[in-house]
C-alpha cells in the first residue's frame, strides 16, 4: 500500500501516512493540532479543514454545509487519505494549542473578575500551616573517613551521619547508589550531598553525589486537569515558586471528557496514545521550566500531581476501564510513590512521582488537593467547595466532617457541545455585556484578540444579560423580538454576539436555543448536586459560611451573574472565595511538606462520597433547577429578573 | 374520653377560578362555575375551608369519536354527529353545569377543520347552551395556534377555560387568553417541576397566576393513577404552604384516560370473566374520577353520563356532610 505526504498548514509540517488513514490520525501523528471534541466520531463538527490539493474520500456529514463543500472544506476525522495532499486548518479548528500566553496563566491562576466583582483569587494556599519538609530534601555530608577504631561500612556510615542530622527511623537504598558508593566517598574526600526522598512511610536514599549540591534542589507540583494541564518550578530549600506555565490537554483530541476517553483507552493502543499524549505535554512544560530558570534538570528531583482519577490512571497508564463500570472501581486511588521515569517523565532519572490521594473513582485526588489548600478541614464553620468544570465536584464539610459528590455538568462551560463555544484561550469571550432595550453587546476577549467564540464565562455573562434585558424567558427560550441580533438559525432561535466582521473566523458568534439547553443543563447538575448534597447532610445553604469556587473556569466567574442564572446559591457575596486553582495549589503544599501530605491522606480517607446517580432526590432537585434562575425562585431571593 | 382532632394549620389557599360570565360580567352564560378556593388538603373540612365542590365538566367533540367504545356511544349515539345537539343533551337531559368541547377535528390527520369553521362552532355552541365553557385544542402545537386564538376571540366575554399551554407552546395561547379575558389550561407532564415552571412563564406574560388551572396530566385506574395522585398532592402540599405559583385548582382528563384502558372497553366476548363491558366502563370512569376527586381535582372532565351521575352523587355526599364522612 502507498504512503503519501500530507502537508498541514499554517503549520508547514509534513508528514508520511499510509493511503486511507484519516486527515486527523495524520494531523495527530504530525504533532499538528486540530479540534476533535468527540474523539474522532464525526459529531461534533469541530474538526473542519480546507483540503488546497490532492484527492480524499470522505463520508458525508450535516455538520458540513453544501457552500462549505464546494471550497473543499471536510471534517478531518470523517475524510481518508487518497494522494499526497495540502491540507489547510482554519482558525476556527485550531485554537492556539501549544501555550497560554503569559498572560492567560495569570488570569488562569490568578483569577479574573469584572470592576464590580474585583475580586483577587485568594491563594488560600499562602497559609503556612505545614512545616516544610519537601517530597525530597537533599542534605550535605561531611563523613569522618574510617579508622581502626571506626570500622563501621560505608553504607551504616552514611545512615549514621544522616541520622545525627535528621531523625528518620527508616531508610532504604537502591543498589544501584550502594555498587557506586564506596568509590564515590573515596573520590570526594568523603563530602557528598544526599537526596532523601519520602517514599510514602519510608525515607530513600534516591541519589548520592560528590561535594555540595545542596542548593540545587528542585521540584514540580501539576494539576493535571481533564482539559487544562499546569505546572509548576518551585524551589524546595526555599518554597518559592520560580515559574508556571500551562497548556491544553491534547487528550482532547480523542474526546473532551472523561468518560470519552476512558472508552477511548479500551481501543487498541488506546492508553498508550492517552498516556504518551499527557506525559508529551508535561515534558514540554517541565523543559520550558527548566529551561527559563537555566536549571539542570538533574536537580528536579521529584514531582507532584494531582487530577481527577482517570487523569492519574492515564498519566501512570494504569488501565481505567473499571472506572466506567458498575460498580465504579479506581484500580487504586491511594497510588505510591513510584519513579517518575517508568512512567516517562523526564526528571531526574532517579526522581519520585507522587500523586494526591483521591477520594472515588469520580472525586479524584484534584479534590482532595483542593480541600486541603482551601484547609477546609481546619475550619470550624460548614464550608462548600465547587469545582467548575466538566465533572463537577462538590465538597461539603469542615472540622467534624467532609462529604463530597460529583455531577456530570458536562463540557458547555468548557467551550464543549456548545456551537461557538471555545476553551478559555486566546480570543475566546469571557465578559459579557448586553445593553437594555437596544441589545447591543459590549465584550472583552482573553488576550484582547479577535473574538474567535465564547468560554464559560462568557457564557454566563450573556445567559445572565439576556435574562436581565429580557430577550431570554425563564425557561431559556429567546422570545420573539425585533432586532438584527436575534433571527431563527439552524439550533432554533438565536442571538448574535459578534458578527462575522468582527470575528477571527468567517462566521457569526451566536448563542443558540440548544446551547442555552445546554448550559441550563451543566448549571443544574452542578448546583443540584450542591444542594442535594446540603440537604443530605440536612442542613441549607445559609448554613454554609464559606464557599469555595475553584476551577480553570472557576477563576473567571462573575460571582453575580453565575448566581442570577442559578448556578451558585444565592447568598451573600462576600461568602463566596475565588480560590482559582485550587488542586495545583494543594499540590506545591504537598511537595513542600511531609505533613501536608499526610493530610492529605487524612483527608481522602475521611472524606465520604455520595453517589447522585443512585439519589432519587437528585433527579428531582435537578428537574427543578432547569429553570432560570430555578423553579423555586423563594431560593433566589436577590434576584428580580422580569 | 373525648379525642382531640390534630388539626394542621395551612398558611394560604388555592385560587379561585371563576368560568363563565353571566349578562352583568358582560357574558352571556346563565351562571358563573367557580372552582378552587380550598385552604387544606381534600375533605379536611375541620382544618380549613372548603368553599367550592369539585364539579364535572362533560366532554363533547367537534366532530364524531370514531374511536370511542360501542358503551360509551350509546349514550349519545343520535348526537355524535352534531355537536350543538350533543351540547344540548348534555345540559338538557344530563344537567351538565359545565361543558368542555374538544376540538379533535382541528388536528392534521382527523378532519383538519378550518380554525374560522371551529371558531364558528364555538359560538353557536355558546348560543345554544347557556352553561359555561372549557375549549380544549387538538394537541397538534402549531394547528392549536391558528384554532385557539380564533376560538377564543370568538368567545370574547365569555371568561371560557382554553387549553392547553404546554411548555414548549404557550406563547400564542396566553396571549389570546390576555386579550380576550379567559382562563387558561397549563399542562405539564405529571411533573411538578414543569407545572410550577410553566405557570411562572404563563404569568411572566402577564397573564395572573389566579386565572390559571393546572392540567397535572393524569393516568386512569391502573395506569398511574397513584403517580397522578403524589404529584397533585405534592402540589398542594407546597401551594397551601405558601407557594403561589402552585396554588391553581386541576383539572383532570378523566373520561379520556379512563376510556383509554383495556379494562374498560374490552368486550365480555373478549374476557368473559371481566362481566359486561357496559357496567365496567362506567366503573372505570367513575373510580378513577372519584380517585381523583380524593387527590385535589377541581375540574373532571367525563364522558359517560352514568359515570358522571355516580360522581356527581359521591361529590354531593361529599360535601353536605362538614364531617370527614363516613363510607356507607
Redesign the interface.
Known amino acids: 500500500m502507498g504512503k503519501f505526504k500530507i502537508t498541514f498548514y499554517p503549520d508547514n509540517k509534513t508528514i508520511e501516512v499510509e493511503k486511507g488513514k484519516t486527515i486527523l490520525s495524520a494531523a495527530i501523528s504530525a504533532g499538528v493540532y486540530i479540534n476533535s471534541s468527540c474523539g474522532g466520531d464525526g459529531v461534533c463538527g469541530r474538526c473542519k479543514v480546507i483540503v488546497k490539493r490532492g484527492q480524499v474520500v470522505s463520508q458525508p456529514s450535516g455538520r458540513i454545509k453544501p457552500e462549505e463543500r464546494k471550497q473543499g472544506i471536510y471534517l478531518a476525522c470523517l475524510t481518508t487519505i487518497q494522494s499526497d495532499l495540502e491540507v489547510e486548518i482554519p482558525a476556527e479548528s485550531r485554537i492556539d494549542m501549544d501555550k497560554l500566553t503569559q498572560d492567560e496563566i495569570d488570569l488562569r491562576l490568578k483569577g479574573l473578575f469584572s470592576e464590580s466583582e474585583d475580586v483577587q483569587a485568594q491563594e488560600s494556599a499562602g497559609k503556612e500551616i505545614f512545616s516544610h519538609s519537601p517530597l525530597a530534601t537533599k542534605l550535605y555530608l561531611e563523613l569522618p573517613p574510617p579508622n581502626l577504631e571506626d570500622k563501621i561500612s560505608d553504607l551504616e556510615r552514611l545512615y549514621r551521619q544522616i541520622q545525627r542530622i535528621r531523625e528518620i527511623p527508616i531508610m532504604q537504598t537502591g543498589l544501584s547508589n550502594i555498587r557506586h558508593l564506596g568509590e564515590l566517598l573515596r573520590n570526594s574526600d568523603w563530602k557528598v550531598t544526599v537526596t532523601l526522598g519520602k517514599r510514602n512511610e519510608t525515607t530513600e536514599i534516591v541519589l548520592i553525589e560528590p561535594g555540595d549540591t545542596s542548593v540545587k534542589n528542585f521540584g514540580l507540583a501539576f494539576d493535571i486537569g481533564t482539559t487544562t494541564i499546569s505546572g509548576q518550578l518551585v524551589d524546595l530549600n526555599n518554597k518559592k515558586i520560580l515559574g508556571t506555565k500551562a497548556t491544553y490537554n491534547k487528550q482532547a483530541s480523542f474526546g473532551s471528557d472523561v468518560i470519552t476517553r476512558i472508552i477511548y483507552a479500551q481501543q487498541q493502543d488506546g492508553l498508550e496514545k492517552l498516556h504518551h499524549t499527557v506525559i508529551d505535554s508535561m515534558n514540554q512544560i517541565i523543559r520550558e521550566l527548566v529551561k527559563e530558570n537555566n536549571i539542570d534538570l538533574n536537580n528536579v528531583n521529584c514531582i507532584l500531581c494531582a487530577g481527577n482519577t482517570t487523569m492519574v490512571h492515564l498519566l501512570l497508564k494504569v488501565d481505567p476501564t473499571y472506572i466506567r463500570k458498575e460498580p465504579y472501581i479506581a484500580t487504586a486511588n491511594f497510588v505510591p510513590t513510584t519513579r517518575a521515569a517508568e512512567s516517562g517523565i523526564k526528571i531526574n532519572p532517579r526522581g519520585l512521582l507522587s500523586c494526591v490521594p483521591g477520594v472515588s473513582s469520580y472525586v479524584g485526588g484534584d479534590i482532595t488537593a483542593g480541600v486541603l489548600s482551601c484547609a477546609i478541614e481546619d475550619e470550624e464553620d460548614l464550608c462548600l467547595l465547587i469545582d467548575v468544570g466538566t465533572n463537577g465536584e462538590v465538597v461539603l464539610g469542615s472540622r467534624e466532617f467532609l462529604i463530597s459528590a460529583a455531577a456530570s455538568a458536562g463540557p458547555a462551560f468548557e467551550g464543549s457541545g456548545v456551537a461557538c463555544g471555545v476553551r478559555a484561550g486566546r480570543g475566546a469571550i469571557q465578559k459579557v455585556k448586553i445593553a437594555a432595550k437596544t441589545f447591543e453587546v459590549s465584550y472583552d476577549t482573553i488576550g484582547k484578540a479577535n473574538p474567535v467564540g465564547i468560554c464559560g464565562s462568557g457564557y454566563i455573562d450573556i445567559l445572565s444579560g439576556m435574562l436581565e434585558t429580557g430577550i431570554l424567558?425563564?425557561?431559556g427560550k429567546i422570545k420573539?423580538i425585533s432586532s438584527k441580533r436575534i433571527r431563527d438559525g439552524e439550533n432554533g432561535r438565536e442571538f448574535v454576539i459578534v458578527f462575522k466582521e468582527d470575528t477571527a473566523s468567517s462566521s457569526d458568534i451566536v448563542i443558540s436555543e440548544v446551547d442555552i439547553e445546554n448550559i441550563k443543563r451543566a448549571k443544574a447538575a452542578i448546583y443540584s448536586a450542591a444542594i442535594t448534597l446540603v440537604k443530605h447532610m440536612e442542613l441549607d445553604f445559609k448554613d454554609i459560611k464559606k464557599i469555595f469556587i475553584a476551577g480553570g473556569f472557576g477563576t473567571y466567574l462573575n460571582i453575580d451573574n453565575a448566581i442570577k442564572i442559578g448556578l451558585l446559591p444565592d447568598l451573600e457575596r462576600e461568602r463566596f472565595i475565588f480560590v482559582g486553582n485550587s488542586s495545583l495549589a494543594g499540590a506545591r503544599q504537598i511537595l513542600l511538606s511531609y505533613e501536608a501530605m499526610k493530610r492529605a491522606n487524612e483527608i481522602a480517607r475521611k472524606m465520604s462520597y455520595f453517589e447522585l446517580s443512585t439519589e432519587v432526590k437528585y433527579m428531582?432537585e435537578y428537574?427543578?433547577a432547569?429553570?432560570f434562575p430555578h423553579?423555586?425562585?423563594?431560593n433566589f431571593p436577590s434576584i428580580k429578573i422580569? | 374520653m373525648a379525642q382531640e382532632l390534630m388539626l394542621e394549620k395551612w398558611s394560604s389557599a388555592i385560587s379561585v377560578v371563576n368560568i363563565g360570565a353571566t349578562k352583568e360580567e358582560g357574558g352571556s352564560r346563565s351562571k358563573v362555575i367557580k372552582v378552587g378556593g380550598q385552604a387544606t388538603l381534600p375533605f379536611l373540612f375541620p382544618e380549613g375551608s372548603i368553599p367550592n365542590k369539585p364539579v364535572i365538566a362533560f366532554e363533547i367533540w367537534d366532530s364524531a369519536p370514531m374511536d370511542w367504545p360501542d358503551t360509551l356511544k350509546q349514550p349519545f349515539a343520535d348526537v355524535l354527529n352534531d355537536p350543538l345537539k350533543w351540547a344540548k343533551k348534555c345540559v338538557d337531559d344530563f344537567k351538565a353545569e359545565l361543558l368542555c368541547l374538544k376540538l379533535q377535528g382541528a388536528h392534521p390527520d382527523s378532519g383538519d377543520k378550518k380554525p374560522d369553521d371551529e371558531a364558528e362552532l364555538v359560538e353557536r355552541i355558546l348560543k345554544t347552551v347557556d352553561v359555561p365553557l372549557v375549549i380544549l385544542g387538538c394537541g397538534d402545537d402549531a394547528k392549536d395556534n391558528l384554532v385557539l386564538p380564533a376560538c377564543s376571540e370568538a368567545a370574547k366575554g365569555e371568561c371560557c377555560l382554553i387549553g392547553s399551554a404546554v411548555q414548549d407552546n404557550y406563547k400564542t395561547l396566553v396571549a389570546a387568553v390576555l386579550a380576550d379575558g379567559h382562563n387558561i389550561v397549563a399542562e405539564s407532564p405529571i411533573d411538578i417541576n414543569i407545572a410550577k415552571q410553566l405557570n411562572i412563564l404563563i404569568s411572566d406574560m402577564g397573564l395572573s397566576v389566579e386565572r390559571i388551572v393546572i392540567d397535572p396530566t393524569i393516568g386512569a385506574l391502573g395506569y398511574g393513577l397513584e403517580y397522578a395522585y403524589s404529584i397533585m398532592e405534592r402540589a398542594r402540599l407546597a401551594a397551601l404552604s405558601g407557594d403561589k405559583m402552585m396554588a391553581c385548582p386541576f383539572i383532570c382528563k378523566v373520561g379520556q384516560e379512563a376510556w383509554r384502558a383495556k379494562e374498560a372497553k374490552a368486550k365480555m366476548t373478549e374476557f368473559p370473566a371481566w362481566g359486561p363491558e357496559a357496567e365496567r366502563g362506567i366503573a372505570w370512569e367513575a373510580i378513577t374520577a372519584t380517585a381523583l376527586i380524593q387527590s385535589g381535582a377541581d375540574i373532571l372532565v367525563m364522558r359517560h353520563p352514568a359515570a358522571i351521575e355516580k360522581v356527581n352523587k359521591y361529590i354531593d355526599n361529599l360535601m353536605t356532610n362538614d364531617k370527614i364522612p363516613m363510607s356507607k
Do not use: P
Request: charged fraction near 50%; avoid cysteine.
Open positions: 424567558d425563564k425557561d420573539e428531582d428537574m427543578a432547569l429553570f423553579t423555586d425562585l423563594a422580569k
